[in-house]
């Protein structure tokens, strides 16, 4: 699969590396949260990846893969904070190399492993996770069949998948959104196609809760304040324009923010 247009822009770790120096960081010796702003790319950042890893009650014993890890954010936070091993899959070729730089700078290197690939094409054995978290990745993946089976596969039996993600109506989207800068990279699907792409993969729905209007009121404060100078911006081109429709999905109805867990039953699921 090519790199997706909307993350590859050849400048993400230098752009980075130039935000930390002007707040007087030093790139070599990145402290656990001092890029807490920008380092997770999904609405509400820190706060979503945290509701969700209590809502799929991720601990210590629990091996984490993140299925679109970005430059890593999440899988930095999961890895501190619930103290789990975590392996973190992306497409994006230099996504991957800020994950690994940033993890090898904030001494995390030995608790997460970067893997660049396609998370419809896991190269990994059946079983080898406990949890898999996905955080605003599907809305690029045409074959969302592929993305549940693989998950479903990789999972041991009763693992969870913990989703934080965007249903909508693909039709009403106006472009540029946070996950692509043309119709051509984005793949929104309704909340309900969502649920039976996970539910025909073999999981088990518990929680599917729509967090569109606490999200949107959330945002819409935040964005009221004087932009932080390490925000999502420093690497991801055209982000408040981004942003700006990406809000008015949520306030014209056909953009919704979806907070899932699933389960895979013990005894369904490819292996
Ligand atoms: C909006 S970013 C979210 C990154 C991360 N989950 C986070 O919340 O910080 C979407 C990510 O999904 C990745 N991605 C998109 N399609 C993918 C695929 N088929 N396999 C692996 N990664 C993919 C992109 O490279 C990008 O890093």
């Given at each position: 699969m090519t790199q997706l247009s909307a993350y590859a822009t050849g400048m993400t770790r230098t752009n980075i590396e130039e935000a930390l120096r002007s707040v007087g960081k030093d790139p070599s010796a990145i402290e656990p949260g001092d890029l807490a702003a920008l380092e997770e790319f999904h609405t509400l950042g820190r706060l979503a990846t945290a509701q969700l890893a209590h809502l799929a009650d991720i601990g210590p014993n629990d091996r984490v893969l993140d299925a679109g890890t970005g430059i890593g954010g999440s899988a930095r936070f999961l890895a501190v904070e619930h103290g789990c091993s975590v392996t973190g899959v992306d497409l994006t070729d230099e996504y991957c190399d800020t994950a690994r730089w940033i993890n090898e700078s904030a001494?995390?290197?030995?608790?997460?492993?970067?893997?660049?690939?396609?998370?419809?094409?896991?190269?990994?054995?059946?079983?080898?996770?406990?949890?898999?978290?996905?955080?605003?990745?599907?809305?690029?993946?045409?074959?969302?069949?592929?993305?549940?089976?693989?998950?479903?596969?990789?999972?041991?039996?009763?693992?969870?998948?913990?989703?934080?993600?965007?249903?909508?109506?693909?039709?009403?989207?106006?472009?540029?959104?946070?996950?692509?800068?043309?119709?051509?990279?984005?793949?929104?699907?309704?909340?309900?196609?969502?649920?039976?792409?996970?539910?025909?993969?073999?999981?088990?729905?518990?929680?599917?809760?729509?967090?569109?209007?606490?999200?949107?009121?959330?945002?819409?404060?935040?964005?009221?304040?004087?932009?932080?100078?390490?925000?999502?911006?420093?690497?991801?081109?055209?982000?408040?324009?981004?942003?700006?429709?990406?809000?008015?999905?949520?306030?014209?109805?056909?953009?919704?923010?979806?907070?899932?867990l699933a389960v895979r039953p013990p005894d369904t699921g490819s292996s």
């Open positions: 001494g995390l290197s030995d608790r997460i492993a970067i893997v660049q690939g396609d998370i419809t094409d896991l190269p990994f054995d059946a079983g080898s996770f406990d949890v898999v978290v996905s955080q605003h990745v599907q809305m690029n993946v045409v074959d969302k069949g592929s993305l549940y089976d693989e998950a479903c596969r990789v999972l041991a039996p009763g693992g969870r998948l913990a989703m934080w993600d965007i249903t909508g109506n693909a039709d009403h989207i106006g472009y540029p959104v946070p996950w692509a800068t043309d119709p051509a990279d984005s793949h929104v699907v309704s909340g309900d196609q969502l649920r039976a792409a996970v539910a025909g993969a073999g999981f088990r729905i518990e929680q599917w809760n729509d967090l569109t209007r606490p999200t949107a009121e959330m945002m819409t404060a935040f964005l009221s304040r004087p932009a932080s100078e390490l925000g999502l911006h420093v690497f991801v081109p055209d982000f408040p324009a981004k942003v700006a429709n990406m809000l008015r999905g949520f306030a014209a109805g056909y953009l919704q923010v979806i907070q899932a």
